[in-house]
Nanobody, 124 residues
Framework: QVQLVESGGGLVQAGGSLRLSCAAS????????MAWFRQAPGKEREFVAA????????YYADSVKGRFTISRDNAKNTVYLQMDSLKPEDTAVYYC?????????????????WGQGTQVTVSS
């Protein structure tokens, strides 16, 4: 069983930055794919970014490419999402997710473990 706890959300003005963190339990963190998804009110949950266990492979949604950066520190069992140049449309609850092996990184159905989410609000 893997437990995920997100932190770092908050209110920021458009153009600002936030860094989200997701702390994971367990001894085999480095063997799990980690991802960030988000869900805005009235919308479906959508893929944001994913990173392989080693950190060598990263994937991003087109909507955040060039503005967001996913990274991980396996020594700290933590994955991060650095969000720069934030836009009002980035407003959502952001969720951390993990999966041992993955075929489609952008599919939320692939992931076994989820955090409780952290709210990000970007004001215009």
């Amino acid at each position: 069983q893997v437990q995920l706890v997100e932190s770092g959300g908050g209110l920021v003005q458009a153009g600002g930055s936030l860094r989200l963190s997701c702390a994971a339990s367990g001894r085999t963190f480095s063997t799990y794919w980690m991802a960030w998804f988000r869900q805005a009110p009235g919308k479906e949950r959508e893929f944001v970014a994913a990173i392989s266990g080693s950190g060598e492979s990263t994937y991003y949604a087109d909507s955040v490419k060039g503005r967001f950066t996913i990274s991980r520190d396996n020594a700290k069992n933590t994955v991060y999402l650095q969000m720069d140049s934030l836009k009002p449309e980035d407003t959502a609850v952001y969720y951390c997710a993990s999966k041992k092996t993955i075929l489609i990184v952008s599919s939320s159905a692939q992931y076994d473990y989820w955090g409780q989410g952290t709210q990000v609000t970007v004001s215009s």
